[in-house]
């Protein structure tokens, strides 16, 4: 009887340790939903082909556009448009 | 690059983020996160002294007053980002926008710069005028994208600051002055509610 018993309690507990793991493996797995589905819908990164820009000098000051869009972003190479030999030189760059 | 003297293209370049296939609204909107570098050494902002002997001739005549210089340098200039709806490029259509100055670091190193939706100014814009709104108003309506432009500190230029007749007679002649800001920015995120 006491080994009946015995066989009895230890499948009880077997049986409960798996219901247990179940349960916890299956809000572990919710959990990891919910945190994919919050950074999916709280985070918009920006690509590289969603970035652009334009020029104007082109029309303005009658120069070509210079235009380079590279694989990492967006990038202006332009010539310097003032007239430094109006300025005093060599002047103070911004700050 | 930004132009001093004229308002016409008075932001002769600047950067555009388009955000049309993110389906975004104003109302979803909660911040803006990137990082920015200035090249400094590329950068060109003068000072009111080197304004208004670049514009010598012109104050002589009295089309430029060195009172105008003051008010426009007196500050460094700024960054502006700049939320817009759908034909912001029609300014006879009314269009939701926000927008936000940030100042320039006064370092060389990145910055990450994180500029939350409350710190963003919304309003409507039609013929250059403005109606400013909550962001609850616009909150139906989508974000198409981003500008990114150099701005002096009052947002004017030279012209702004003309009477009504000196504005429509706007000499060509007068010769422009550009600001010019070197900037990378690097990693933009924008966070939704």
Redesign the interface.
């Given at each position: 009887m006491n080994h009946t018993n015995h066989r009895l309690a230890l499948g009880t507990l077997f049986t409960l340790l798996i219901v247990y793991c179940l349960i916890n493996s299956q809000k572990l797995h919710a959990t990891s939903v919910i945190k994919n589905k919050v950074i999916d819908?709280?985070?918009?990164?920006?690509q590289a082909s969603?970035?652009?820009?334009?020029?104007?000098?082109d029309?303005?000051l009658n120069r070509p556009k210079s235009i380079n869009r590279s694989r990492t972003?967006?990038q202006?190479f332009?010539p310097?448009?003032?007239?430094k030999k109006?300025?005093?030189c060599p002047?103070?760059?911004?700050? | 690059m930004r132009k001093l003297a004229n308002w016409h293209q008075q932001h002769s370049t600047g950067i555009k983020i388009n955000l049309t296939e993110k389906e975004l609204s104003f109302g979803q909107f909660k911040s803006l996160n990137f990082a920015i570098t200035i090249d400094h050494l590329s950068s060109f902002q003068p000072t009111i002294e080197q304004a208004q002997a670049y514009y010598f001739e012109a104050i002589k005549k009295g089309n430029i007053k060195l009172s105008w210089l003051q008010q426009l340098l007196r500050e460094p200039a700024k960054i502006t980002l700049t939320l817009f709806g759908r034909q912001h490029d029609d300014q006879k259509v009314s269009t939701p926008m926000a927008t936000f100055n940030q100042q320039i670091a006064r370092t060389s190193d990145k910055n990450r710069v994180n500029v939350s939706s409350d710190r963003f100014s919304f309003y409507w814009q039609q013929n250059y005028q403005e109606k400013a709104v909550n962001q609850e108003e616009l909150a139906n309506y989508k974000v198409s994208g981003i500008l990114i432009t150099l701005d002096t500190h009052t947002n004017q230029t030279l012209r702004s600051l003309m009477d009504d007749e000196q504005q429509d007679n706007f000499p060509e002649t007068i010769k422009e002055l550009y600001l010019k800001l070197a900037l990378t920015i690097a990693n933009p995120i924008i966070e939704v509610l």
């Open positions: 819908r709280s985070l918009f990164s920006i969603e970035v652009s820009g334009w020029n104007h000098l029309v303005d972003g967006y202006l332009l310097q448009v003032n007239d109006s300025l005093h002047y103070p760059r911004y700050l | -």
